[in-house]
């Protein structure tokens, strides 16, 4: 425990490190600084693992140790200090720090990985590497940052990076990543630091800590939040808002706007989790009713799209509006564990299918991707896993997660009565559609004579070694993992659950969180009914309309 804080910032800075060794170092190396990087993001992988570990087994914690935790919380170094105007950079030092930075380091280790099997213009290879490496060390600082200020120095190096990689692979230079970000972004920008400031004048302070025994004024506190957290939201509120303007009156939405809002939304997510203590009841309203509004459009708009990084990104903004919702109606774990099945579940298929789109960027419909699969059981299976994963089948982590969102629905209509039934109705609808449109997905690309053009998972030297790794990655869709040692599937009850429930917090400004957990958890199997219900519904839609319609492959799909 004492060497706790040093592994922290190991963590914290390795990808800035390999930012660093990826720019300067010459292209005549560029292979030597692949492996390096890779080693480099492995080592941050197994130190992540160690201070996992470390906070997994706090039963067996001495009293020095809990020492050096409490003290850990409450170090701040010195920034900004100016008269009685001051900025220090502190740490969240939790558990839900820890597993975040631990399945993040993963994820981000496969990336890189998947990259190295896929580029074959290692020239290139280098200048994605940094680009990753700095998106990395920037979602490191928001999830480690324990105050409002440096939150939004980080966001603002996430957007600035993932731009980067996206017009990179577009063959644009930086200076469209940064107009992009920093001046196409002015009202979200004025929104956040509106919202920052607002409560740095009142309250006279950006840490989380600190704001949570000082806020005396719900009022502002509602004005301020609506203020972040709708300026953090602004680009995924302006891409379904966008899809609604007459075609006469907008260009094609860019895949880079897509690719972007998907990128930001884990940072995004997590953020709306370390809010919620500090949240009030009358914005957990407005959240709960904008959650679901967006999970139902962004399931609407995925239902009609045939362009398939259109289908992944309009579901991950329905899947994001899940986690909206179950913040809105206090299931704060019901949050997280969502988030932790979208992190995978967007992972896998990105991973997956990141190399075919990469080989025709011009022509991503699912109707002509069908003619370049392969019969890879390898992809085959991932995808598959992660789909059944993401809508809620039994036995998959979905299942959990899902049902939490559904329990904590339907008690916040018991709560609250009245009009609130339409929370509990569009969660179902949502869930319905997302089964439709990702069985309809699978049967597109898996179904019928396919003439083997070119693999989802390359053939090089090392792809057998990547494969074996994803599909290990892809097992975690699994519910059993979560709910070891528990043997059945459909109990969320297990190690995941008694380490994470203890980090729920009960002080917060809008729920008695001690009633609202204890009425959640009485519609558990509740939840679950209408959660197997929506799954089979949904799914027997998609696979009746593929029956009814013999053509079904035939059909001209324009929408890309």
């Known amino acids: 425990m004492e060497n706790t804080l040093i592994y922290i910032f190991i963590i914290f800075f390795i990808p800035f490190i390999s930012f660093l060794l990826n720019t300067q170092f010459p292209k005549n190396l560029k292979n030597t600084t692949g492996y390096i990087s890779m080693i480099i993001l492995l080592l941050s992988v197994i130190i992540s693992t160690m201070v996992f570990h470390t906070f997994y087994n706090d039963a067996n914690w001495s009293f020095s140790d809990w020492n050096i935790y409490n003290g850990l919380k409450l170090i701040e170094f010195p920034f900004i200090t100016i008269s009685d105007f001051h900025i220090g950079f502190g740490l969240n030092l939790d558990k839900l720090t820890v597993f975040m930075l631990w399945i993040l380091n993963l994820i981000a280790f496969l990336f890189h990985l998947q990259l190295f099997e896929s580029i074959n213009d290692k020239d290139r290879l280098s200048i994605y590497f940094s680009y990753l490496g700095l998106f990395m060390f920037s979602i490191n600082g928001i999830i480690i940052s324990n105050n409002l200020f440096f939150m939004f120095i980080f966001w603002k190096i996430a957007s600035f990076s993932s731009f980067s990689l996206i017009d990179f692979s577009n063959n644009k230079n930086l200076i469209s990543s940064f107009r992009k970000v920093f ?49 953090l939201m602004y680009r995924m509120i302006k891409l379904i808002i966008y899809y609604y303007i007459p075609d006469e009156m907008k260009l094609t939405i860019p895949i880079s706007e897509l690719l972007h809002t998907i990128s930001t939304m884990v940072p995004l997510a997590y953020l709306l989790i370390r809010f919620f203590p500090f949240l009030t009841e009358q914005f957990l309203h407005v959240l709960t ?40 109606v206090g299931s704060f774990f019901g949050a997280f564990f969502h988030l932790l099945t979208y992190i995978i579940f967007i992972s896998c298929l990105f991973i997956v299918f990141a190399p075919i789109v990469k080989t025709i960027p011009n022509d991503q419909n699912v109707f002509n991707l069908r003619q370049q699969k392969s019969k890879s059981l390898v992809s085959f299976s991932i995808i598959l896993i992660s789909v059944m994963s993401i809508c809620g089948f039994p036995v998959f982590l979905g299942f959990l997660s899902l049902k939490f969102i559904f329990a904590g629905a339907i008690s916040y209509h018991q709560n609250f009565g009245e009009l609130t039934f339409i929370i509990p109705l569009f969660v179902f609808i949502s869930t319905f559609i997302t089964n439709f449109y990702m069985v309809r997905l699978i049967i597109i690309l898996f179904c019928g004579y396919r003439k083997p053009i070119s693999n989802f998972i390359g053939l090089s030297k090392y792809s057998h070694h990547f494969a074996a790794l994803i599909i290990l990655f892809s097992i975690s869709n699994f519910a059993s993992i979560f709910v070891f040692p528990n043997i059945n599937p459909f109990n969320y009850y297990g190690w995941f659950h008694s380490m994470m429930s203890k980090i729920v917090p009960y002080e917060t400004l809008g729920y008695d969180m001690y009633s609202v957990n204890a009425l959640t958890s009485s519609y558990i199997n509740q939840g679950s009914m209408y959660l197997l219900v929506a799954t089979i519904v949904g799914t027997c839609f998609g696979i009746i309309r593929y029956l009814l319609d013999k053509n079904f492959f035939q059909f001209e799909k324009n929408k890309i």
Do not use: P, W
């Open 183 to 231: 001046l196409n972004n002015k009202v979200s920008d004025l929104a956040i630091f509106s919202g920052i400031m607002i409560l740095y004048f009142n309250f006279g302070t950006f840490s989380f800590n600190s704001l949570q025994f000082s806020i005396t004024d719900n009022a502002i506190m509602t004005i301020s939040e609506m203020l972040i957290i709708f300026g």
């Open 289 to 328: 009713l904008t959650g679901v509004m967006i999970a139902l459009l962004g399931s609407f708009i995925a239902l009609t799209q045939y362009n398939l990084v259109k289908i992944l990104a309009y579901c991950s903004v329905s899947q994001f509006g899940y986690i909206i919702c179950a913040i809105g």
